[in-house]
């Protein structure tokens, strides 16, 4: 955690900081408006592809399904409290490149497309990602 803290930016790290948690019994949401909250996210960064990459993963487990829509997209991905939607989809994509999951990162890259981030800022964030990646 050091090195976190040490990389972060003061004013970041301050904005973080600031009020506590961002998840706790000052701000309880129930489970359906996670869900709603998530779906809709999903919605935006997939768009019309949505409803077929929801049944793909249903056909494994709807389970993940859920898991996916309500934990992943509604109560993380969709906290736009330190940092909007396109950042999330910037900071997805630059994780995504050193995993080497080809089917992911092209997702989430017209994802960030999807809400708004130019297509020349993912190019080059990508090949930042790839650069520190070979390192």
Not at 49 to 72: A, F, Y
Not at 87 to 107: D, G, H, M, R
């Amino acid at each position: 955690m050091g090195a976190v803290n040490f990389a972060l930016d003061p004013e970041l790290s301050a904005a973080v900081n600031e009020h506590g948690p961002l998840r706790g019994p000052h701000n309880v949401v129930t489970p359906e408006e996670y869900q709603e909250r998530g779906r809709a996210l999903f919605q935006a960064v997939y768009q019309h592809h949505t409803e077929p990459i929801l049944t793909k993963i249903g056909n494994s487990s709807q389970d993940l399904v859920q898991s996916i829509l309500r934990d992943t997209y509604g109560k993380i991905l969709s906290d736009t409290s330190l940092i909007s939607i396109p950042e999330t989809e910037l900071c997805l994509v630059a994780t995504l490149v050193p995993l080497n999951v080809p089917p992911q990162l092209k997702s989430h890259v017209y994802g960030a497309r999807n809400v708004g981030v130019p297509m020349e800022q993912v190019q080059q964030l990508v090949t930042v990602a790839e650069s520190i990646t070979q390192w």
